[in-house]
């Protein structure tokens, strides 16, 4: 029984630490301290860009033609933004624990506050939407202006 319990919580310590894997196309030079990726999709007229912002706000997107001209997007679809408490936490706990021959009951009690301020950040992708008409062929230079990292230019669509 015991070595099964073991088992379970490997298996879910390791499910935790998992991560998404990133989307195919990543700028040249990934900007310092984020991990920016995109993919794409084609529907009818539509190139839908998806990206994976490292929980950051997408403030501003387009694609940046070899003539120089730029093409801006007619939606930006960003996730809902998470409100989490950062930095340390105080806690304050009383235990005890009555009983005796090989059997014990324990109980407690347990106060926690957060120490510092909170920071906020969304949850999922973002997806920019583009007229392909107006996008042209791909590949597409995707620029991005994302909240908190210098501005990163993704190539998508290309090898």
Not at 19 to 37: D, T
Request: contains cysteine.
């Amino acid at each position: 029984m015991k070595t099964l319990a073991l088992a379970l919580g490997s298996v879910a310590l390791l499910a935790g630490c998992a991560s998404s894997p990133a989307l195919p196309y990543a700028p040249m030079q990934q900007p310092p301290g984020a991990k920016i990726s995109a993919a794409y999709q084609i529907a009818g007229d539509t190139l839908r860009i998806e990206v994976d912002t490292d929980h950051r706000r997408l403030e501003e997107a387009r694609i940046v033609k070899a003539d120089g001209t730029d093409v801006r997007p007619f939606n930006i679809d960003n996730p809902p933004l998470v409100t989490q408490p950062s930095g340390s936490s105080i806690g304050f706990g009383i235990g005890g624990v009555s009983g005796g021959g090989g059997s014990a009951v324990g109980s407690g009690i347990g106060i926690n506050a957060p120490v510092g301020g909170s920071t906020t950040t969304i949850e999922g992708h973002t997806f920019v939407s583009f007229q392909l008409s107006q996008a042209g062929p791909a590949p597409w230079s995707v620029q991005l202006r994302i909240a908190g990292v210098p501005p990163v230019t993704i190539l998508v669509g290309g090898p």
